[in-house]
Every structure is written in structure tokens, then in C-alpha cells.
């Protein structure tokens, strides 16, 4: 099942190559939380229909609920896809850019093997990933001093 995932984010990323944008353009809001050089390699397209793979053994499996559950965004690897409703709330982005981290330090597989066990142990609000990521995006909005968010990332996983 993993590398069935991870088959469908790989093409699902390339279908949309052209309709990426790179995250440089949050160079001056996420100063010193991540580097110029990270947000040149990190990437979002905006859509309405955010994608999910939505295969009959993940439904089997007890995803069913979080493959239906609504999102302003999902990450895949570099790639993160936003919904047009939320592409200017910042804190979506921010948190968005922690799951790439979590996919550059875990690597694909991993990624998505200890994703969905923690979906399926913790559900979907309790695991450690995304409480994780929510924990940043909201103290980027309380406005805390600058961190270096990949580090951070990288030292609690």
C-alpha cells in the first residue's frame, strides 16, 4: 500500500508541475522561521479540490472518515496543495511548510507509514505530525521571535 501512495503523490505532483508556485514569495512573513533557500525548494498549488487518494483499501483499512474530511491543504513531499479559500491566510502556508520538513527528514515512505499509523492509533487531531505542525503554525500567529523551523522540526521528530 505504501509504495501505491506514494506512486499516486509522485504523479499527482507531477500533474500539476506547471500549476506550482515556489514559497520564495513568503521570503519576508516567515523570515527566520525558514530559509530563503528552503522556501525556493518547497512548492504550493491552489485548487478547490484538494487531492487524496482515495483507493478502496484505504476506506478497508479505517481511512475512510480523514480521506472525506474537509482541508484548506495537504502536503505531498515539496508540494503542498491550498485551497483558494485559504491561500492567504498565512498560518496555512506555515504549517503546510512543517510537513515538508517531516517529509524531507522522514522520507517518502516513512513519511506516509508512520502518518497513517498515527492517523489510525491517535486520530487525525492527536497525531504527534500534526500536532506537530499546529503547534507552529500557532505560535507563528501569537507572533512568537523568529525560530528555525526546519531545526525544530528535524530535533522532535
Known sequence: MLEKINAWIDDTNRKNYDHRRACTEFA?????FY?????????????DDIPRPDFPELRQMGFGSFIDMPVNGTTYK?????RSSAVSELRVHFHELAHVVQWRELGALNFIQRYMKEILTCGYANAPLEIMAYDLDKRYGA???AFDIPEYVIRNL
Not at 35 to 47: D, N, R
Not at 78 to 82: A, N
Open 143 to 145: 507572533k512568537v521571535d
Open 78 to 82: 515539496d508540494t503542498y496543495y491550498i
Open 28 to 32: 519576508q512573513a516567515f523570515a527566520g
Open 35 to 47: 530559509s530563503p533557500e528552503f522556501l525556493a525548494s518547497a512548492y504550493f498549488v491552489v485548487t
